[in-house]
């Protein structure tokens, strides 16, 4: 790793530390550390520090330790969204958090949380972060949840089905709507974090922001990068107990290295896959969206989807767009490309599939697209599929859909999509 100085928030202040558990500070000067290469994520940035020659008390022969992760903001370019200190616990995390309050200023301009890892207790808002934190085995540091009902994990159901019972091991306790949080039954879950997506101008996090519990902005959604979005996962490895009994360093406690290895596997398989497609001709267009009211979002020709797509090497009548999020347009200019659209592949949520005279029911245009005509319909129910859950952090499982649909089984049987 390369080593170099990250100059944060603008300012040369030092940080302010409020507690051993964490709390909001202010942001820090840069220290000395060595830079994680991201390879796909571009809002993330970690920085460890750890080596006693580049610190201030090395007469003292310790070795601070501390890891930070800077988070930039997806919707004003050169500014930063968060950025977050992450210090061990126990005797030598806690002789970080003096060193480091010892160069206290009054002087940053951001704000910084600082967590103590790892994490043992934490209310999770995301539905596929949840199910991450199953496959990194620190999902019995999950507590709290919110929007249950929109969560495909059993195992989420039946923990949340023992709340109230204080013989239980390890319930998950409801704690409403992400967007109105019930307060009350998260300060009593005594979180250690809060994990949350954010979004353009929310204007903070109300009620939330006084807890002085730190609050994971999970901003990975805007990743427009599948692998990139992937990649986040080595830092959510950084903050998590490892579940069974805590091994003697900190690292080994955490599930960093599960994380490590599974984001490995990921790539491998994403990138095989791209591979093989990209040695068959050009594939079927796909279109992945129904109309919502007046409106047909689809995907930009630059998001995670339209990227996808590419890898797939599908066709995409949106392919040549530049944007990376969705694309707001009229039914009428969808379906002036509708004869290009060879297989519509959508999501829908609860009961039965939607038959072709439903669609019509729900607007006559949908046959004016050729995948209308033909059949060639494949329909996700998210409320019985993991699918979020599941291609959220996967996108080689949604990649292989992808695959399939534009140049048939020879990659296997659809796991998602139904005809």
């Not at 994490?119 to 949840?130: D, L």
């Not at 949350?196 to 101008?201: C, G, K, R, T, Y």
């Not at 490895?237 to 599930?255: E, V, Y």
């Not at 990227?307 to 090497?313: G, P, Q």
Request: with cysteine; hydrophobic share 40%; glycine share 8%.
């Amino acid at each position: 790793m390369k080593k170099l100085y990250i100059l944060l928030c603008g300012a040369t202040a030092a940080l302010l530390i409020a507690a051993c558990q964490g709390g909001k500070t202010a942001a820090a000067d840069a220290e000395a550390g060595d830079t994680l290469e991201m390879k796909y994520a571009k809002l993330l940035t970690i920085v460890k520090h750890g080596d006693v020659e580049e610190t201030s008390d090395a007469a003292e022969g310790i070795d601070y330790q501390y890891t930070e992760a800077i988070i930039a903001n997806p919707w004003k370019a050169g500014t930063m969204l968060h950025r977050y200190i992450l210090i061990p616990k126990g005797e030598e995390g806690d002789k970080t958090v003096a060193m480091l309050a010892r160069r206290h200023s009054t002087g940053a301009r951001c704000t910084t949380d600082t967590v103590r890892t790892p994490v043992e207790r934490s209310a999770v808002f995301i539905a596929p972060h949840c199910q991450l934190m199953y496959e990194m085995g620190c999902q019995q540091t999950i507590r709290g949840v919110c929007d249950l009902d929109y969560i495909n994990i059993p195992d989420v159901k039946k923990r949340a089905a023992l709340s109230g019972n204080t013989s239980a091991q390890n319930p998950i306790e409801d704690c409403g709507s992400s967007m109105a949080p019930d307060i009350e039954r998260i300060i009593a879950l005594k979180p250690e974090a809060i994990l949350l997506s954010p979004f353009e101008n929310s204007g903070g996090y109300g009620k939330l922001d006084k807890l002085h519990v730190p609050i994971i902005e999970a901003a990975d959604y805007m990743e427009s990068s599948p692998l990139g979005r992937a990649e986040w996962m080595k830092f959510y490895g950084m903050l998590f107990k490892k579940d069974g009994n805590a091994p003697k360093t900190a690292l080994a406690a955490s599930c960093e290295p599960k994380a490590d290895s599974l984001f490995a596997k990921i790539e491998k398989e994403y990138l095989k896959l791209k591979a093989e497609a990209a040695g068959y001709p050009k594939g079927l267009s796909i279109l992945t969206e129904r109309k919502t009211g007046n409106v047909w979002y689809v995907p930009g020709g630059q998001s995670t989807i339209g990227i996808l797509l590419k890898d797939a090497n599908a066709r995409y009548i949106f392919e040549d767009d530049e944007h990376s999020g969705s694309l707001a347009m009229s039914p009428e200019q969808i379906l002036a490309k509708g004869k290009q659209v060879d297989v519509w592949a959508f999501k829908y949520f609860g009961g039965a599939p939607l038959s072709q005279a439903q669609l019509l029911q729900e607007y006559d245009g949908y046959k004016a697209l050729a995948a209308f005509s033909w059949g060639n319909i494949y329909q996700v129910d998210t409320s019985t599929e993991p699918y979020f859950e599941l291609t959220s952090f996967h996108p080689e499982l949604l990649l292989r859909e992808f695959i399939i649909l534009a140049h048939g089984e020879r990659f296997g049987k659809l796991r998602f999509y139904k005809k």
